[in-house]
Every structure is written in structure tokens, then in C-alpha cells.
């Protein structure tokens, strides 16, 4: 994710203003990315297909929505970390993460100038650790459940930063209202909640489905306290 003053002009690999090895390395994360989550996916759909049964599908709508669940707790936990601890001249993640989330804060909207490599290739590229192993190691025949737990937490750690960009579009289209008005997908009303005074809630940024309960429970602000007591 990036944040930058104005549009910037096209190029051959589309519109990005930062070296064109970055862009490519962002492009070939996305392809790679795609190409192993299909051979991952339909691994999962053959062997959910083959053992066809009402428990089987339950037993795999139930992971997903954990998976699910679980995105937005991650996103929420990785924002607010982002937010409040280091700087950007933090060692290997400040440039990369920190800074991009305190100049969100200094400038919400410009994330929404990047096109969707831009936005979204870091998320994409930060799956194929567990996306690679997945395929070559784990078993789905033996653990279906699991892998279908991986396969959709995957899918909405990799769309997160794009769903935050719609929360920010200053013209959001009538497609993207009606995803937004789903529990599946950040609502932009939700997530200015974040970015109102004092700014220390509504973290998660996938979903959002997990918000109310951890401000009403306090849970930012108590680890928060628990992040300043260890570094004391
Ligand atoms: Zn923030
Ligand atoms: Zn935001």
C-alpha cells in the first residue's frame, strides 16, 4: 500500500510512479499468485466433490467463516501495530508498512489512486509463504478442512488493502455500495470511524465484522498497554 500527492502519468506496465523492477516484481507476485491459488482451489473443490455430503459442506462453511473471521482479526492486528508502534526508519519494516499506514493518516484518499497491482501486491505476495507450502506439502484428501480454512483466510488477507481502498473512494460504484452493505466487506462508514479522533479503534480493515465487539471490549487500548509495559 501507497499513499502519494497526485496521479501519476501511464507507463508501459500501467500507471505507478516508483521503479518499474518494483512494478514487475509486484505483477509476477500477482500472476504467481493466481496461478498457484487455482491449483490450490480446485485441489479443495475435487476432494469437497468427492466426499459430497451435508456435513462435509457445513464442516467447510464453518472454517470459512472462521478463515474469514480470522482475516479481519489480522488486519485489524497488523494496522494497529502499524499504527502505533516504531517508525518508519524501523529495521526491514517501517519503509514498507509503517510509514505507508501513518501517511494513510496524513492523506486517506491517496491510497485510492493506485491501480489494483499497486494497491494490492504486497498483500498478494505476503500469501505465497503459506500459499507454496500449502500446495506442496499439505495433504487435502487428509486435511480438506484445513485447506479450506487456508485457501479463504488467503483470499481476504490478499483482497484486504483493496477493500480498504473502497472504503475511501470519494465515488464508490453502485457494484461496490452494494458489496459494502454485505457483513463480507469494510463499509466506508465503519471504517471513518478509524480515522476520526482519537483514532484508536476500528483497526480491522477487511470485514470490519469484528469492530464493534473489539471496541466495546476495549481491546486496542488494552494491548496497547500491553505493548508499552513489555518495552518498558
Ligand atoms: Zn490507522
Ligand atoms: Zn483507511
Keep these: 500500500m501507497r499513499c502519494r500527492p497526485s496521479r501519476p502519468g501511464r507507463r508501459p506496465l500501467g500507471r505507478y510512479d516508483y521503479p518499474t523492477k518494483f512494478r514487475v516484481f509486484e505483477v509476477v507476485s500477482l500472476a504467481f499468485f493466481a496461478v ?31 478463515a474469514f473471521v480470522t482475516a479481519d482479526f489480522l488486519s485489524g492486528l497488523v494496522h494497529f501495530l502499524c499504527d502505533n508502534l516504531g517508525t518508519s526508519d ?5 519503509q514498507k ?30 500469501c505465497l509463504p ?7 506439502w499439505l495433504d487435502v484428501h ?27 473512494m470519494v465515488e464508490v460504484p453502485s457494484a461496490l455500495q452494494r458489496l459494502q452493505r454485505t457483513p463480507l466487506f469494510l463499509a466506508s ?16 480493515i477487511t470485514s470490519g465484522v469484528l469492530n464493534p465487539v473489539l471496541t466495546r471490549t476495549h481491546f486496542w487500548q488494552g494491548l496497547l498497554r500491553v505493548c508499552r509495559r513489555s518495552r518498558q
Excluded at 101 to 125: C, L, Q
Design 97 to 126: 508498512f509503517i510509514k505507508a499506514f501513518r501517511e494513510h493518516h496524513d492523506d486517506p484518499v491517496g491510497m485510492t489512486d493506485g491501480d489494483f497491482i499497486e494497491v494490492n501486491a504486497d498483500n498478494f505476495f505476503m
Design 142 to 168: 487428509r486435511h480438506v478442512y484445513l485447506a479450506a480454512y487456508l485457501a479463504v483466510l488467503m483470499v481476504f488477507v490478499a483482497i484486504t488493502n483493496e477493500v480498504h481502498k473502497w472504503a475511501h
Design 130 to 136: 503459506v500459499l507454496v507450502p500449502s500446495i506442496v
Design 90 to 94: 524501523t529495521p526491514v519494516l517501517g
Design 36 to 66: 498457484c491459488f487455482v491449483v490450490f482451489g480446485l485441489r479443495i473443490l475435487n476432494e469437497v466433490s468427492d466426499r459430497f455430503a451435508v456435513e462435509v459442506i457445513g464442516g467447510v462453511l464453518v472454517v470459512g467463516f472462521l
Design 189 to 204: 462508514e465503519m471504517h471513518q470511524r478509524h480515522h476520526t479522533a482519537p483514532y484508536d479503534s476500528y483497526y480491522c
